[in-house]
């Protein structure tokens, strides 16, 4: 729901919640300012015809991946979890994410303006799809979003 302007995700026993919707072009940008309060959450970028998604993920203590989220549920890593300077590590402060999708083949990601990993766009029938997305192992998760945006690139 939304509280105080920002969208708010709550975990209370399930491990996962997300939404998604179409993109409607090839090249994009999306930002949003995410504060990670318990968790990992973050943005879902691509899908994949067989019903698998793409989904970077920031946790409250600074660190980011990018998992492959199969229709199943499974949960492969694509890129590893690792520690950002550039994210906050602390619960709650808000970080700037930013996706580019310029058209060279690559998915670059970024923290304000620093760059944090580039992800190869997979052969095959994707689709660009976004979404917001809150994960927990253990159940309990909490996340803010506000300021989403989506822009076509050239």
Do not use: C, K
Not at 29 to 42: C, E, F, N, P, W
């Amino acid at each position: 729901g939304v509280v105080d302007g920002r969208y708010r995700m709550q975990l209370n026993g399930r491990t996962s919640v997300s939404f998604t919707g179409p993109l409607p072009f090839e090249h994009y940008r999306l930002s949003v300012d995410l504060a990670v309060h318990q968790g990992g959450a973050g943005v879902i970028f691509l899908a994949e015809e067989s019903g698998s998604i793409y989904r970077f993920l920031v946790t409250p203590d600074g660190a980011l991946a990018i998992e492959r989220q199969a229709a199943t549920g499974e949960v492969v890593q694509v890129v590893p979890w690792s520690a950002s300077p550039a994210l906050a590590a602390t619960p709650g402060v808000e970080n700037h994410i930013r996706i580019e999708r310029p058209g060279d083949g690559l998915i670059h990601f970024f923290a304000d303006e620093t760059p944090l990993v580039r992800f190869a766009v997979p052969p095959g029938m994707v689709q660009n799809r976004y979404g917001l997305v809150l994960t927990a192992r253990q159940g309990q998760g909490l996340a803010t979003f506000d300021n989403l945006r989506i822009e076509r690139l050239p």
